[in-house]
Every structure is written in C-alpha cells, then in structure tokens.
C-alpha cells in the first residue's frame, strides 16, 4: 500500500519561509518522480514543483519560481519543498504526488499515479 504523508506545514507571517516535507512509503521511490501541487478554497488544483527520481532535474510553476526548491532523499524515502519569501497568495493546501519516471517531468495533476492528504499553508499579511 503506497502512501505520502506530507508534514511541515503552518502559519507563517509574509516574507517567511517554511519546508514541507513528503515521507513515502510502500513504493520503489527512487523509481519515482515526485511533484508539489496546491489547492486554495474555490480553485483548482494547480502545479507548484516537480523532480526527477535522480534529482537532477527540476521544474516550477513561474510563480514560485526562485522562491522555493524542490529537492529529494532517496536514502530516506523523502520528497521537501523549501518556500522562501512566502506570500499571502501561497495560502493553500499543499499536496505531494508521485508518477513512475518515464524519462520526462509532468505538471499534469491527473498524470500522477499518488497523492498524499495534504497540509496546509497559511501566510498572513
């Protein structure tokens, strides 16, 4: 039984930084790519950051783009995404998801194989 359990999450004041992490389990991780997405009340569910099962390679939604970081432990089974200079619009739940690496990176929310419950960011103005 795979599951991701996300962690981190919290209530931060704007310009703040926090890092939420993604523990897998009951999956091959290294096979896997893994993906942050967010869901803010009444939106859809959008892409945030994706990684290769090696970690050599990245992608972001432009929104987030320089500041946060998408990075991975395959000794520990563990996806993080580190968010600096975090903003009100930030606010929402944050998923992390999984998809067997194929050779390229998906931003597609559907195309993910796994998803964790999710926790949830707030940033106050």
């Known amino acids: 039984q795979v599951q991701l359990v996300e962690s981190g999450g919290g209530l931060v004041q704007a310009g703040g930084s926090l890092r939420l992490s993604c523990a897998a389990s009951g999956l091959t991780f290294s096979n896997y790519a893994m993906g942050w997405f967010r869901q803010a009340p009444g939106k859809e569910r959008g892409f945030v950051a994706t990684?290769?099962?090696?970690?050599?390679?990245?992608y972001y939604a432009t929104s987030v783009k320089g500041r946060f970081t998408i990075s991975r432990d395959n000794a520990k089974n563990t996806v993080y995404l580190q968010m600096n200079s975090l903003k009100p619009e930030d606010t929402a739940v944050y998923f992390c998801?999984?998809?067997?690496?194929?050779?390229?990176?998906?931003?597609?929310?559907?195309?993910?194989?796994?998803w964790g419950q999710g926790t949830q960011v707030t940033v106050s103005s």
């Open positions: 998801a999984g998809y067997r690496d194929l050779g390229y990176l998906i931003t597609v929310p559907s195309d993910y194989d796994y």
């Open positions: 990684i290769r099962r090696s970690g050599g390679l990245t």
